[in-house]
């Protein structure tokens, strides 16, 4: 059984900067793409960015390419996702999961998320 465990949220002010962590599972984490994705208050769930099994490739959604990266650590399992210039439009709860088709379809399977919240 998979399992996805998300952390490192908290409050920030605008322009500050977060780390991510998602402690992965119950799968061999390093033949899986995984992906970030994010859900603000009344909204659908989006997604955010994904990196390839072997970290060599990388995707974002436009609203934060420049400002967030994602990385991956395979010997623990572990996926990140640095947020940089942060701002309140990226307030939400923060998930992570396997990629089932590059970039932004997934398996279905979903960790508790971080909250993040960014302050004006």
């Known amino acids: 059984q998979v399992q996805l465990v998300e952390s490192g949220g908290g409050m920030v002010q605008t322009g500050g900067s977060m780390r991510l962590s998602c402690a992965a599972s119950?799968?061999?984490?390093?033949?899986?793409?995984m992906g970030w994705f994010r859900q603000a208050p009344g909204k659908e769930r989006e997604f955010v960015a994904a990196?390839?099994?072997?970290?060599?490739?990388?995707y974002y959604v436009d609203s934060v390419k420049g400002r967030f990266t994602i990385s991956r650590d395979n010997a623990k399992n572990t996926v990140y996702l640095l947020m940089n210039n942060l701002k309140p439009e990226d307030t939400a709860i923060y998930y992570c999961?396997?990629?089932?088709?590059?970039?932004?379809?997934?398996?279905?399977?979903w960790g508790q998320g971080t909250q993040v919240t960014v302050s004006s």
């Open positions: 990196i390839a099994y072997n970290g060599g490739t990388t």
């Open positions: 119950g799968l061999r984490f390093s033949r899986y793409a």
């Open positions: 999961t396997t990629i089932k088709a590059w970039p932004r379809t997934t398996f279905g399977s």
